[in-house]
């Protein structure tokens, strides 16, 4: 058995260590970066040469972050925003992929097409007929105000996401369960989720990583404090003039923590061990 | 099953009776109390402005007062406003607006003019007149009151005065003694952090005020009787003024960076002779945490361009009522209290907001709370209104941009000046 | 066979029934949701909409549109997302694809790896432009200092401390790097999901024949991919044709680094000019809506 060259420097292990340290120090840098700030005073941040590491930690600015705005609130409006719409954008795209993928259906790409468009206008255009929506239902500062909106712009990724990985799985699978007395839905919901279950916990983690982050939507329809989400709450930090790093630092790290636990949770349903085996031959 | 009927209908029952009751009491209490909204900024001291508005509560028992708080800068708290008011909505019946917002308000129609709400002439006379000249006239469109002011402020020229005293030094009256007298105490401190002059040419809204301070200061306007009057050449003197500071090492390089915190961070970590800044920097410096220059900082009034006058750049906020609210005298009647000379000095004595009326600055309370507004009236008094358009932010952008581009080294003025000259020109087309 | 009744079709559809049952959901949501908008948009395009200028509403065809193409700032916007897109969209997905497969590979800490990749995504991109705004700044920021450090050592080198955003290309290239950091990450989790429906009875069997490594990638791993890699690229370049919140963020050098988005929230939300602003929307879905029934086409295209 001839190895190329290619092949042996792929294989060797001190390129592999060289290629996850640059993958680890790309990944983590910035949100260390953002840690060591949230733990400086701010007088600190111009100074000359610049520091990395704290001079003399402190942990004043995470206890300003929670002074200053109700921040556990603002986490758990995130929280039931983000998980709600999730939620329901993966139940309505599962169906509706499952349309696409699966059942006889003219002009599959048309209504696809369609509801990738959803993505293809810039939100500032549409936040005045937006709210005059919500002001009509009256649902303006509410949780519903921005679960529907979430649930609707998440949709294109993941009924993209979700075809795609139901176009995967064989019919044959579905075909026998159906044979043994299993109606369409029942194999939907038994067999092909959760063997495409890759795919939903990919377009799970995209949808809920884009609800928690997003700002326009919540600004302009949750001003109320007590329906407040974390991306708006963080820039109340802010002065006039002023941008106060150090406790908008300590602000994100604490936004940031339940996404991480997210992504670490469900990243390894992502790669759960369905390769071994195979769906495939 | 027919229990479950009979409790099913004297549930029906009972929640109908309990629906017509609320809205029956609702009518009533709409007809007891006007309930007022009003909307402002996150870091305009909501929980200052709660306890007045609690005070008013108390001698008004007929109003309730709701605060909707918004986005922390000017910047997001209009992006807000500019949707709301759009989409005409009435829940908002007063909010604050930037002091370079009332024409564009008046044109849209946002805003409910309040002459009719003095009652008089005369009355309306006497209140308008106690304001500051500069401030009136920015709250007044065509004739019409489209707002009241709430608190002002204005850019000043900050300066160690413990520096200036080690060299024997008075405060710059004009640009190039600022720039000689930075010159010579640098060469005497002998330290290479230290800079001359701090001013902002990051492309901010203060930058307008960057463009607008030396070419006001030799008699330049931007727009007279609704029309464009740009000067040229006193605008190039200005920004060659800004490039030869820059040129002659008084201000640093990389001024195209640098923001109104950036100035305000630096000047107080010590590093800074002179500084242009607005008001809210003076608290930092003598109070805020890990400062250089407690007691050390003096205020004095701009320098002026040679053979020009000493201008400053006018900022503030001013009280709105919305021309979609459904209270609107009710509204009136708290913006008048609002913007009142007592009200303005508690403002400045219990949240250092600068007041409004020459009165409060020189009144006996306000300098024993806050001593530095006696040499702050004097600056204060040469402040002078960003251009008045409704197309303020076209002339705004044309402005900072250009300028930001000039002190970058990416465009040449007479280039720069050009497209001022266009773009303002069709801004107030 | 049996007439089928109301019944018969509700309990056991025909196909093309359920399919649209299954769809209604999605459908409803939608127009519930992005009809008004959307079609109040195309509408307003049509109008000379101009709040700050306080003249009256009135019908104006198509001026704006024309307007627009003859709009300098227009083009210069168009051209900056562009360069963006171009540069971005490849990027990410060549970086993505790296991460991709770095997180795939048996590796001890497997786990640290696969945070790392996820960890940029996790930060809002809201507050992405600003740290990196501030990792640019020519005094504070890391980037001139590691290369004020890297021409200590190595004066050789000639490398020197920039001032960032004086300068509109250097600007750009801060723009890129910073979206490309964030994005990769996005393109990494589709791409990883993708590696997983690949059987690795597949690379066993290559090996068996004595396929090399890269080989195995070549024609395995990457055909197979090109489902993720698709779906990847479309989000990723509509995104990018989006482009806002790190563009703004970036004090470039005036407007030099104004993106389409950028502009339209200029008109929009600024000048309060909605007739504008809608029209120079419409422009951007019709080049998201281009660029989309490319990838489609292409998908459907290897597909047969």
């Known amino acids: 058995m001839t190895e190329n060259k290619m092949s042996s420097l792929f294989s060797s292990i001190r390129l592999r260590w060289f290629a996850a340290a640059i993958v680890i120090i790309n990944g983590l840098f910035p949100a260390l970066w953002i840690l060591a700030t949230s733990l400086k005073g701010e007088v600190e941040l111009t100074a000359k040469p610049i520091t990395y590491l704290p001079n003399s930690p402190t942990l004043l600015n995470f206890i300003s972050a929670f002074r200053d705005q109700p921040l556990l609130t603002y986490l758990l409006n995130s929280a039931i925003v983000a998980i709600l719409s999730t939620m329901l954008s993966l139940f309505i795209s599962a169906l509706a992929a499952y349309a696409i993928a699966r059942l006889n259906l003219r002009r599959r790409d048309l209504i696809l097409t369609s509801i990738i468009a959803v993505s293809m206008f810039p939100l500032v255009t549409l936040m005045v007929p937006l709210f005059e929506i919500m002001r009509a239902a009256n649902l303006l500062n509410s949780y519903w105000a921005l679960i529907l909106p979430y649930t609707v712009l998440n949709l294109p990724i993941c009924t993209l996401m979700l075809v795609s990985f139901f176009h995967d799985i064989p019919r044959d699978i579905e075909n026998a369960a159906m044979l043994d007395g299993c109606t369409r839905l029942g194999a939907l919901w038994r067999i092909v989720v959760p063997l495409a279950a890759p795919g939903v916990f990919t377009a799970g983690i995209l949808a809920f990583v884009n609800s928690w982050d997003e700002f326009l939507l919540a600004l302009s329809l949750n001003s109320a404090v007590a329906f407040r989400t974390l991306p708006v709450g963080i820039q109340m930090y802010q002065g006039e003039f002023a941008f106060p790093w150090p406790i908008i630092s300590a602000a994100l790290v604490v936004a940031m923590v339940p996404v991480v636990i997210v992504i670490v949770v469900f990243q390894d349903k992502v790669v759960s061990g369905l390769t071994s085996g195979g769906l495939k031959g | ?429 | ?304």
């Open chain 3, 1 to 304: 066979m049996q007439k089928r009744t109301l019944i018969d079709r509700i309990i056991d559809p025909s196909e093309t029934t359920l399919a649209w049952v299954l769809l209604t959901p999605a459908i409803l949501f939608m127009l519930l949701i992005v009809a008004y908008p959307v079609s109040s948009l195309i509408v307003n395009s049509f109008f000379d909409i101009r709040l700050s200028r306080g003249v009256p509403v009135r019908f104006i065809g198509f001026e704006n549109y024309l307007a627009a193409l003859n709009d300098a700032m227009f083009w210069r916007s168009v051209k900056n997302t562009l360069i963006i897109t171009f540069v971005t969209v490849p990027g990410a997905l060549v970086v993505g694809l790296g991460l991709a497969m770095l997180a795939n590979m048996p590796f001890k800490y497997r786990g640290l790896i696969r945070l790392s990749l996820l960890l940029p995504w996790a930060l809002p991109l809201a507050f992405v432009g600003l740290i990196f705004a501030w990792f640019f700044h020519s005094e504070y920021g890391i980037v001139n200092d590691i290369i004020r450090r890297i021409a200590l050592v190595f004066p050789g080198i000639g490398w020197e401390p920039q001032i960032w955003f004086n300068s509109p290309s250097l600007t750009m290239i801060a723009i890129c790097l910073a979206t490309i950091w964030k994005t990769s990450s996005f393109m990494a989790l589709i791409l990883l999901a993708g590696l997983q429906t690949i059987p690795s009875s597949l690379y066993e069997a290559a090996e068996v024949d004595g396929a090399s490594r890269w080989t195995q990638f070549v024609e395995i791993t990457l055909p197979l991919l090109v489902p993720s890699m698709l779906i990847a690229l479309i989000f990723r370049t509509l995104t990018a044709i989006q482009s806002f919140d790190i563009p703004f963020s970036m004090p470039g050098p005036g407007e030099e680094a104004q993106t389409l988005a950028m502009y339209v929230q200029l008109n929009s939300v600024d000048y309060l000019d909605l007739g504008y602003s809608s029209a120079l929307a419409v422009f951007m879905f019709m080049l998201s809506m281009a660029t989309t029934v490319v990838y489609l086409r292409y998908v459907r295209g290897g597909r047969d």
């Open chain 2, 1 to 429: 099953m027919r229990t479950m009927s009979r409790i099913f209908s004297a549930l029906v029952v009972a929640s109908s009776v309990a629906i017509l009751l609320a809205g029956v009491s609702s009518v009533f209490a709409g007809q007891a109390t006007t309930p007022l909204k009003v909307y402002i900024g996150g870091q305009q001291r909501p929980d200052l402005m709660r306890e007045l508005f609690a005070a008013y509560m108390a001698a008004n028992p007929s109003i309730k007062i709701d605060v909707e708080i918004g986005g922390a800068t000017s910047d997001l708290h209009q992006k807000y406003l500019n949707m709301v008011l759009t989409a005409k909505d009435t829940t908002l019946d007063i909010f604050l607006i930037d002091v370079v917002r009332p024409a564009q308000f008046a044109a849209a129609g946002w805003a409910e003019p309040l002459n009719i709400y003095f009652g008089s002439n005369a009355s309306l006379e006497a209140a308008m007149g106690k304001y500051l000249p500069a401030y009136r006239e920015a709250n007044t469109v065509a004739g019409e009151i489209i707002s009241l002011p709430a608190f002002a402020d204005s850019m000043f020229l900050y300066y160690r005065k413990d520096l200036l005293k080690k060299y024997d030094l008075q405060p710059p009256t004009t640009w190039p003694e600022l720039a000689n007298m930075a010159r010579t105490i640098a060469a005497g401190e002998q330290n290479p952090n230290l800079q001359g002059l701090s001013f902002q040419a990051k492309a901010i809204e203060g930058t307008v005020c960057t463009f607008l301070l030396p070419y006001w200061s030799l008699g330049g306007e931007m727009i007279r009787d609704g029309k464009l009057a740009f000067d040229a050449p006193k605008a190039e003197a200005g920004l060659a003024m800004w490039r030869d500071m820059v040129a002659q090492g008084v201000a640093k390089k990389n001024v195209a960076e640098v923001g109104t915190d950036d100035t305000r961070k630096e000047f107080q970590a010590g590093r800074v002779i002179f500084a242009v800044n607005w008001g809210y920097a003076w608290n930092h410096f003598e109070s805020g945490a890990d400062t250089q220059v407690a007691h050390k900082v003096g205020v004095a009034k701009l320098p002026a361009m040679v053979g020009g006058k000493s201008v400053s750049c006018m900022g503030g906020w001013n009280w709105a009522v919305s021309a979609f609210s459904k209270n609107k005298a009710a509204a009136a009647a708290l913006v008048r209290w609002l913007s009142s000379p007592e009200t303005s000095k508690q403002l400045a004595i219990r949240g250092s907001f600068h007041p409004v009326f020459a009165s409060v600055y020189q009144d006996q309370d306000v300098i024993r709370a806050i001593p530095w507004f006696a040499d702050a009236l004097p600056v204060v008094l040469t402040a002078r209104p960003r251009p008045v358009t409704p197309m303020y932010k076209m002339v705004s952008d044309a402005l900072r941009i250009n300028t930001n581009t000039v002190m970058a080294g990416v465009k040449k003025p007479s280039e720069a000046l050009a497209e001022i000259e266009l773009r303002v020109g069709r801004a107030v087309r």
